[in-house]
């Protein structure tokens, strides 16, 4: 029996049509993926390890109350932060200076250590 090429040709070619054709619907919701996860790089977030002298020092993150140091002074316990750009921390306590500083997350924890100094009145003067 002798094959025709002219009739293999086209089922040729219409195979190779259905494999792409697979591929590119398989294709998607591998680059959708990817992309999902580009997002979610872009937005990097990240968690600090608080560990305060004193310990019952308050912690602010952008001027709201979070906590206590003592409640973020733990890998399992740390204060997390969302979106990507500068956060202000604050950590302060009656009788001592306040500590600020301004952190951008870059996807990793991070430990501060915050050591208040006490307010001292000046020689000389009363007590305030």
Same mark, same amino acid.
């Given at each position: 029996?002798?094959?025709?090429?002219? +009739?293999?040709? @086209?089922?040729?070619?219409?195979?190779?049509?259905?494999?792409?054709? !697979?591929?590119?619907?398989?294709? %998607?919701?591998?680059?959708?993926?990817?992309?999902?996860?580009? +997002?979610?790089?872009?937005?990097?977030?990240? *968690?600090?390890?608080?560990?305060?002298? @004193? +310990? *019952?020092?308050?912690?602010? /993150?952008? =001027?709201?109350?979070?906590?206590?140091?003592? *409640?973020?002074?733990?890998?399992?316990?740390?204060?997390? /932060?969302? *979106?990507?750009?500068?956060?202000?921390?604050?950590?302060? !306590?009656?009788?001592?200076? @306040?500590?600020?500083?301004?952190?951008? @997350?870059? =996807?990793?924890?991070?430990?501060? !250590?915050? !050591?208040?100094? %006490?307010?001292?009145?000046?020689?000389?003067?009363?007590? %305030?």
């Amino acid at each position: 029996m002798r094959v025709r090429w002219t +009739a293999v040709g @086209p089922l040729v070619a219409a195979l190779a049509v259905g494999c792409a054709a !697979k591929q590119e619907q398989e294709q %998607p919701a591998t680059v959708a993926r990817a992309r999902e996860l580009m +997002a979610s790089a872009e937005g990097k977030r990240g *968690d600090l390890v608080l560990r305060c002298e @004193p +310990a *019952d020092a308050e912690v602010l /993150l952008d =001027g709201v109350q979070q906590g206590l140091c003592s *409640d973020f002074s733990s890998v399992s316990r740390s204060l997390r /932060l969302g *979106d990507s750009g500068f956060h202000q921390v604050e950590v302060k !306590k009656r009788g001592f200076w @306040p500590y600020t500083t301004y952190y951008e @997350p870059s =996807g990793a924890r991070v430990t501060l !250590k915050v !050591k208040l100094r %006490p307010v001292v009145p000046e020689a000389g003067g009363g007590a %305030p």
